[in-house]
């Protein structure tokens, strides 16, 4: 983001270069809101996030590989950048300026008003778990690493869609099931 340097090329059109249409570029933005750390103001009335900001919805998104939308939004345009190191006394310097928004971006979603990020209560792990080490979290079709590290567990067919794990049966070196534990 270098606003003085005038229109660039996002990552996002450079991925959907090299990767053709297997990647698709989303832009993300808030209107206005409370990030916990700023409060952010409406955007300036040339920015592309004020223009989305006149449907007055919650949330929305636009499909730029839609004919009729691409025709409707795309031409030289200043989106807000809102990262890390956001703050609102440099609202007006934050944008990305791009020469085509459709070639920018395929998608732009917009979130009316942003809100602060409030942490997930994780709860304790239930006797079944802390004994398996199974903790119910699975990445694809397995349960966690530390569920693996414990010997773990594996998702059960009636429950894999809840993520809920079994522990998997103890082996001898002859791949027999041993029943000592």
């Avoid at 103001?41 to 998104?61: F, K």
């Avoid at 397995?142 to 869609?161: E, K, V």
Wanted: glycine share 12%; charged share 30%.
């Amino acid at each position: 983001m270098v606003p003085e340097r005038g229109p660039q090329a996002t990552v996002g059109s450079l991925l959907r270069e090299g990767h053709g249409g297997r990647y698709v570029s989303v832009a993300i933005g808030f209107h206005h809101g409370d990030l916990g750390i700023a409060v952010l103001p409406e955007p300036a009335a040339g920015l592309v996030d004020a223009r989305l900001g006149r449907a007055d919805l919650p949330a929305q998104w636009l499909d730029l590989r839609d004919e009729d939308t691409r025709r409707r939004w795309d031409g030289p345009a200043k989106a807000r950048v809102i990262n890390g190191a956001y703050t609102p006394a440099r609202d007006a310097a934050e944008h990305l300026a791009v020469a085509s928004l459709a070639d920018a971006f395929d998608v732009l979603s917009q979130v009316r008003q942003a809100s602060p990020v409030r942490r997930l209560q994780v709860s304790a792990p239930s006797e079944a778990e802390a004994a398996t080490g199974c903790t119910g979290v699975r990445s694809s079709r397995r349960c966690s690493r530390s569920a693996g590290a414990l010997g773990g567990g594996r998702p059960t067919d009636r429950r894999r869609r809840f993520g809920a794990c079994e522990p998997r049966p103890r082996t001898d070196s002859r791949g027999e099931r041993r029943e000592d534990s």
